[in-house]
DNA sequence: GGGCACACGTGAGGC
DNA sequence: TGCCTCACGTGTGCC
């Protein structure tokens, strides 16, 4: 229940707060510069301090957002100048243009999601239809889909080819994306047609999710996403 | 100069002001709940219709500010009940995660900017030193690498084509990426030999030149962006 | 009840 | 002048 007026007789206007906020924007007009905590000896009571708390409270959760406002305005190109609706209005195009533009690629792309994942699919199962045994006897030549979406980290790579070499499969194509520090393979995977005939399809598919998911869904014990903000990109590529 | 609370003994406290501003987050409470317009007689003055105006378009402007902050909180998944400040931090994290990715994008994969250009490059020039007659008679072989970026529309691809023909040029090699209404292109373009010993290679180069720009930096008839929103995106293709 | 987040009206500078 | 934008302190609801 306090007059703004009333204050104003008592607070000096001399000392500047806003060039204490290096956040702020430039537009902010230097006014009601006073010094916080410099009341006079007669609002020293306890309604003063906690409107005091109060008030001071106030500026920190403005400073709060002032500050984010102001590195948004950064972020955004040719938003100098404009006033926060305007500049909030803008950063609202852009949010939507990026999304569209992402999304976009990642239609068409094999872009990594934030979910870890990993499938394995028989591609030539249904030209093979009957039991398993006599399958192989039609066709001896087996390949696989193997996909996976994980956190990338440096060691990836020697860990598939190792697990992979493991089982005794070889790589007929890699589709491999990074990308803002998740990655994301899609593998076409063959056995030769002699290890083909020694092998159960079932247990070579467990066996090889057993291995991609400890890859990739392992307890982080690598810590490569915190210690490194760098972000890989790879094309679409052949993968020897 | 003005004491809320000699105010609010007059202000009626009964009208619900907020649930007029659908845009606003359910979190705000309902205070300074009054009907403004609703000021007692003896405020119908000169100076109190000055500040009721003032703090009416105050408040359309907080209204503007709040409602771009209502939509940027439907863009950030996982924003519901944050405060402004964690929102807009969000935000700030957000835009640049986003502008992360596209640029990491851009690095590899041939994207449009918002420039519009056109290049034109010899490039077998270098192998062929020397006069522009001597050179035809070392290789007589002529390749062109051609590139443009511009507005995207639907009958891009076709006036490409007609203009390629019109010149004698074959594609050799074409990588065309349209992204967010933006369209770039980078083609291989080859004369064949019996043609090439017939043609001068700079007015060549000046009349694709000529014939692209007028494709790529046309005065905008087609209001194609306007008139839709649609975005195509096609990945590194051969283009016949 | 203290702290927090919000909307509000106000004074002031800029155009 | 009048209107716009901003920072400010305050009243208030919620935890």
């Given at each position: 229940m306090?007059?703004?007026?009333?204050?104003?007789?008592?607070?000096?206007?001399?000392t500047?707060?806003?060039?204490?906020?290096?956040?702020?924007?430039p537009?902010?007009?230097?006014?009601?510069?006073?010094?916080?905590?410099?009341y006079?000896?007669?609002?020293?009571?306890e309604?003063a301090?906690a409107?005091r708390?109060?008030s001071?409270?106030e500026?920190?959760?403005?400073?709060r957002?002032?500050a984010?406002?102001?590195?948004?305005?950064k972020?955004?190109?040719?938003?100098?100048?404009?006033d926060?609706?305007?500049?909030?209005?803008?950063?609202?195009?852009?949010?939507k243009?990026?999304?569209?533009?992402?999304t976009?690629?990642?239609?068409?792309?094999?872009?990594?999601?934030?979910i870890?994942?990993v499938?394995?699919?028989?591609?030539?199962e249904?030209?093979?239809?009957?039991?398993?045994?006599?399958?192989?006897?039609?066709?001896?030549?087996?390949?696989?889909?193997a996909?996976?979406?994980?956190?990338?980290?440096p060691?990836?790579?020697?860990?598939?080819?190792r697990?992979?070499?493991?089982?005794?499969?070889?790589?007929?194509?890699?589709?491999?994306?990074?990308?803002?520090?998740?990655?994301?393979?899609?593998?076409?995977?063959?056995?030769?047609?002699n290890?083909a005939?020694?092998?159960?399809?079932?247990?070579?598919?467990?066996?090889?999710?057993?291995v991609?998911?400890?890859?990739?869904?392992s307890?982080s014990?690598?810590?490569y996403?915190?210690?490194?903000?760098?972000?890989?990109?790879?094309?679409?590529?052949?993968f020897s």
């Amino acid at each position: 229940m306090m007059d703004n007026s009333f204050y104003s007789e008592y607070w000096p206007q001399t000392t500047d707060l806003n060039q204490d906020s290096p956040f702020l924007h430039p537009q902010v007009p230097n006014i009601n510069s006073f010094q916080l905590h410099n009341y006079p000896e007669s609002f020293q009571g306890e309604t003063a301090s906690a409107s005091r708390s109060h008030s001071e409270a106030e500026k920190r959760r403005r400073d709060r957002i002032n500050a984010q406002l102001s590195t948004l305005r950064k972020l955004i190109p040719t938003s100098e100048k404009m006033d926060k609706a305007a500049l909030l209005g803008s950063v609202v195009d852009h949010v939507k243009d990026l999304k569209g533009k992402t999304t976009e690629i990642s239609k068409v792309l094999n872009t990594p999601t934030d979910i870890d994942e990993v499938t394995i699919e028989h591609l030539n199962e249904e030209e093979n239809k009957g039991s398993a045994s006599e399958s192989k006897r039609k066709d001896n030549s087996v390949i696989l889909k193997a996909s996976f979406c994980c956190d990338d980290r440096p060691e990836l790579f020697s860990e598939l080819q190792r697990a992979i070499k493991s089982l005794k499969l070889t790589v007929a194509e890699a589709d491999i994306t990074s990308l803002g520090g998740r990655i994301k393979g899609i593998f076409l995977l063959c056995l030769s047609e002699n290890s083909a005939k020694d092998v159960c399809m079932h247990s070579l598919k467990q066996s090889l999710r057993v291995v991609l998911c400890g890859i990739a869904i392992s307890p982080s014990t690598s810590n490569y996403r915190i210690k490194s903000k760098r972000q890989r990109f790879f094309l679409p590529a052949q993968f020897s």
